[in-house]
């Protein structure tokens, strides 16, 4: 079984950049599709992106297209969100999360999740 811890969150101001990092345990890493969601308080927890185990593929949210990109490593057991021109509105708990189905976007597909990292965005 695979665990998840991400990394990377904090305070920066709008327009502003964050990487997030999710780093797993475990050998099957590169068997699962990855994804990365968010949660503000009070709110359900929304998709923001996914790649597939390969990483030739990706798919996001529209609200993060454009300035958003996930990435990952397998040789390190690790995935990445990069995040620009970031908004108030992305201030939120993000999580990174592991699915067998591919390019899935909702919070049932996903077998695997970590502890979140929150990102708050000043304006």
């Known amino acids: 079984q695979v665990q998840l811890l991400e990394s990377g969150g904090g305070l920066v101001q709008a327009g502003g950049s964050l990487r997030l990092s999710c780093a797993a345990s475990g050998r099957t890493f590169s068997s699962y599709a990855m994804g990365w969601f968010r949660q503000a308080p009070g709110k359900e927890r929304d998709f923001v992106a996914t790649i597939r185990p390969s990483g030739s593929s990706t798919y996001y949210a529209d609200s993060v297209k454009g300035r958003f990109t996930i990435s990952r490593d397998n040789a390190k057991n690790t995935v990445y969100l990069q995040m620009n021109s970031l908004k108030p509105e992305d201030t939120a708990l993000y999580y990174c999360?592991?699915?067998?189905?591919?390019?899935?976007?909702?919070?049932?597909?996903?077998?695997?999740w970590g502890q979140g990292t929150q990102v708050t965005v000043s304006s």
């Open positions: 999360a592991g699915a067998r189905r591919l390019l899935a976007t909702t919070t049932s597909d996903y077998e695997v």
